[in-house]
């Protein structure tokens, strides 16, 4: 999801609107706040292959996962492409687990689908730029702090039938901005609520916490340790 702050009852149609009409500009000359630590697109190079703040391909370490990045597609809540290249990679502690968690969904005839996970800074950065002050705002993490995304530390993620290769029905579409993506919203079908706690299982079981507003987004523990980044997806080896 783009955003990981407050939530408020703005219809996903509302939001696309809103986005949808502005062009995302290029990201100006600036950084996260002082405080906060970043590593820059030219410093990508400087993470040793032992250093556990570096990004690993998430398809690399397990095949058995899917790739459904609507962020490389206009099928996201912006209507627009943001990303050059549908890969996904986490942090490498955050995709280690994630990893076991999906071997733990296989053995239960399930694999893991992946929506989103590290996000560069710059597209935090275009996102925020791009939409309007207002309420909107709330659903766009602030580049001044990064995100959870940013570090490497978040994924947004469903399941899929291995049988099948077909989506399992969950409560909400991903990106839904309604009650629906609640995690406690008990009005979806039985088989819905049974998957959506199926997901939660097999990753709070390897240290992530789910976010309350939104089925699908996942943080891995101990996020805060971890820098922002604003690598390039081709630039990360």
Same mark, same amino acid.
Request: glycine letters at 6%.
């Given at each position: 999801?783009?955003?990981? @702050?407050?939530?408020?009852?703005?219809?996903?149609?509302?939001?696309?609107?809103?986005?949808?009409?502005?062009?995302?500009? @290029?990201?100006?000359?600036?950084? +996260?706040?002082?405080?906060? %630590?970043?590593?820059?697109?030219?410093?990508?190079a400087a993470l040793r292959p032992d250093d556990p703040?570096?990004?690993?391909?998430?398809?690399?370490?397990?095949?058995?996962?899917?790739?459904?990045?609507? &962020?490389?597609?206009?099928?996201?809540?912006?209507?627009?492409?943001? &990303?050059?290249?549908?890969? /996904?990679?986490?942090?490498?502690?955050?995709?280690?687990?994630?990893?076991?968690?999906?071997?733990?969904?296989?053995?239960?005839?399930?694999?893991?689908?992946? $929506?989103?996970? $590290?996000?560069?800074?710059?597209?935090?950065?275009?996102?925020?730029?791009?939409?309007?002050?207002? +309420?909107?705002?709330? &659903?766009? /993490?602030?580049?001044?702090?990064?995100?959870?995304?940013?570090?490497?530390?978040?994924?947004?993620?469903?399941?899929?039938?291995? %049988?099948? @290769? %077909?989506?399992?029905?969950?409560?909400?579409?991903?990106?839904?901005?309604?009650?629906?993506?609640?995690?406690? $919203?008990?009005?979806?079908?039985?088989?819905?609520?049974?998957?959506?706690?199926?997901?939660?299982?097999?990753?709070?079981?390897?240290?992530?916490?789910?976010?309350?507003?939104?089925?699908?987004?996942?943080?891995?523990? @101990?996020?805060? %340790?971890?820098?922002?980044?604003?690598?390039?997806?081709?630039?990360?080896?």
């Amino acid at each position: 999801m783009a955003g990981e @702050g407050r939530r408020i009852s703005l219809s996903r149609r509302a939001v696309a609107s809103g986005l949808a009409a502005l062009p995302l500009v @290029g990201c100006a000359s600036v950084r +996260p706040d002082r405080d906060v %630590q970043f590593i820059p697109a030219d410093k990508a190079a400087a993470l040793r292959p032992d250093d556990p703040k570096r990004l690993l391909e998430l398809i690399k370490l397990d095949p058995a996962i899917r790739l459904d990045m609507r &962020y490389a597609t206009t099928n996201n809540f912006t209507g627009q492409v943001l &990303y050059d290249e549908a890969r /996904a990679f986490l942090a490498a502690p955050a995709a280690s687990a994630l990893v076991r968690a999906s071997k733990m969904a296989q053995s239960d005839g399930f694999g893991l689908t992946i $929506y989103d996970a $590290y996000r560069p800074w710059r597209i935090t950065k275009k996102l925020w730029d791009a939409t309007p002050v207002g +309420p909107k705002k709330e &659903y766009v /993490a602030n580049p001044r702090r990064g995100s959870k995304h940013n570090r490497g530390c978040a994924v947004d993620l469903t399941l899929h039938d291995l %049988q099948t @290769g %077909q989506l399992v029905e969950m409560p909400s579409e991903f990106d839904d901005f309604s009650e629906k993506a609640h995690r406690d $919203y008990m009005g979806a079908s039985a088989a819905a609520i049974a998957n959506r706690a199926r997901l939660a299982r097999y990753l709070e079981a390897e240290g992530f916490v789910g976010l309350s507003h939104e089925h699908w987004h996942f943080d891995f523990t @101990g996020w805060e %340790q971890f820098p922002v980044m604003d690598i390039p997806f081709n630039k990360i080896r």
